[in-house]
């Protein structure tokens, strides 16, 4: 029998139904799964079965930087699967060849090769055997308020609680500092950050240390943007005892932050940085690990022992580079940077109107709003890895109201495209506006 696989035949009520029943949803225990059915997208928004639109006010999974359907990315997948679907990573294609080019001219310094993944945590994956295959070292260095993937040892290399069932097995991964610590407003004193890492190298042992991994701006756990000095002075410990820095630019990386790449901010050059989500826009799965040429020198002679059936697949490089081609004619990375402007402007307004707001945080589009219950004391409106009435009235009114973005622990994400217009700001905002009152009715007088 044929499988019908025409679009827009099934109700929101089937679709979701077949959907809870068959599959497996992430994070979740699965009795508490109550997914929004998605039928289109199209801009900044997407829309249900009904015809319910959402502004995608998270960009997916801070990911569909370029918006929903754009026609050239979308015509670039359908002229290459006319062409050549798919070649195995031991073959040479024109979309490699191309793509690889192409990101050696816009990652930083002399970041000049590649190795293709399907997504984040892969990249991180290998990211950490180029490290320790390079180094003959064993450690990775890695922070609590960070997330790099699911998969193996990107989750042990995580911090956060989606850690806790699934790192038993992996070796080497050793605890530093923050840059920012939990329930508080203000970052650490960058002096004291680099002091209390370089003491954590000096207990380990810098010659068994192979790599820092780290989120130039951290994500899911927080939007923390590091003070100006604290990558560069990791950057120099990381030279002064031959440790790699690993740049996470999953989340980061493709104009989200105003630069093509966040630690473009601070003028710092990773040694490994990895990359996914914005490098296709999501359009097709697709990531990799960038280089700089002394470790890709290091296997020319030597066997590097990491592979996947689907690197480098033609379908996603041709995404990829049809998706930065669209970041360079529209101006997106200039235009994350001009908007992200105006976010901030949002974000004042709301910490001045909502005594619930205990700070907005933002660089480009990459945003979030952080809500506490005393200001004065910064007690979070949610516990570590919990949630609370308000935030659980938060995120049903947005449901309600039309805005999708995430609602975790005591946060409020504002991760728009990077094309999002001015009105749709500020409906989203609107909205936010609207579901800070119940915030504000947890804060303690």
């Known amino acids: 029998m044929a499988i019908d696989v025409a679009p827009g035949t099934m109700s929101a009520e089937e679709i979701v139904a077949l959907s809870r029943r068959h599959s497996l949803y992430e994070w979740s ?22 015809g319910k639109r959402f502004i995608d006010f998270n960009s997916q999974l801070m990911s569909v930087n370029i918006g929903h359907g754009d026609p050239r990315v979308i015509e670039a997948i359908k002229a290459q699967a006319d062409v050549l679907c798919y070649a195995n990573p031991f073959m040479a ?11 050696a001219e816009i990652t930083p310094g002399d970041i000049d090769v590649f190795f293709y993944t399907n997504g984040g945590a892969e990249a991180n994956e290998n990211a950490i055997k180029l490290a320790r295959q390079f180094t003959g070292r064993h450690k990775i ?12 040892q990107a989750i042990a290399l995580t911090g956060d609680p989606r850690r806790w069932a699934a790192e038993a097995g992996v070796s080497g991964i050793v605890r530093i500092p ?33 790599a820092i991994i780290l989120e130039p701006v951290v ?25 790699l820095m690993i740049a996470d630019e999953v989340m980061s990386g493709f104009g989200r932050t105003g630069e093509w790449f966040a630690v473009n901010h601070w003028g710092v050059v990773p040694d490994l940085l990895t ?28 066997v590097f022992y990491g592979g996947l059936t689907y690197n480098s697949h033609p379908m996603g490089c041709a995404a990829a580079l049809a998706t930065i081609a669209v970041y360079e004619e529209d101006g997106l990375i200039e235009r994350a940077k001009r908007m992200g402007e105006l976010l901030k402007g949002y974000h004042r307004e709301m910490e001045a109107k909502h005594p619930s707001v205990g700070s907005g945080r933002s660089i480009g589009l990459f ?10 004391t910064y007690e979070p409106m949610a516990p570590y890895n919990g949630t609370s009435d308000e935030m659980k009235a938060i995120h049903h009114h947005f449901r309600q109201k039309g805005l999708y973005t995430f609602v975790r622990w005591n ?11 001015e009105g749709e700001m500020a409906e989203a905002f609107g909205i936010i506006d609207e579901a800070l009152a119940f915030a504000d009715k947890g804060v303690r007088a």
Request: glycine share 8%; with cysteine; aromatic share 6%.
């Open 219 to 243: 994500g899911t756990n927080g939007i923390l943007i590091p003070p100006d000095g604290y990558l560069q002075g990791i950057r120099r410990l990381c030279d002064k005892y031959g440790i």
């Open 93 to 103: 294609t024109e979309p490699r060849a191309r793509l690889s080019a192409k990101l």
């Open 411 to 421: 946060a409020i994400s504002t991760n728009p495209p990077l094309t999002i217009t």
């Open 29 to 50: 225990a699965q009795s508490a799964v109550d997914p929004i059915p998605v039928a289109s997208a199209k801009g900044s928004c997407f829309y249900t079965p009904d």
């Open 141 to 152: 260095l890695a922070r609590y308020r960070s997330y790099h993937g699911a998969t193996g």
């Open 178 to 210: 923050d840059s920012h610590r939990w329930a508080r407003k203000d970052p650490e004193p960058v002096e004291q950050s680099l002091r209390d890492i370089e003491e954590v190298m000096m207990f380990e042992g810098p010659h068994t240390i192979a």
């Open 275 to 302: 990359m996914a989500k914005g490098l296709t826009s999501s359009y097709l799965p697709l990531g990799a690990v960038g280089m700089r040429q002394a470790i890709a020198d290091a296997f020319k002679e030597k």
């Open 367 to 376: 945003g979030l709003l952080e809500l506490v219950r005393d200001r004065a």
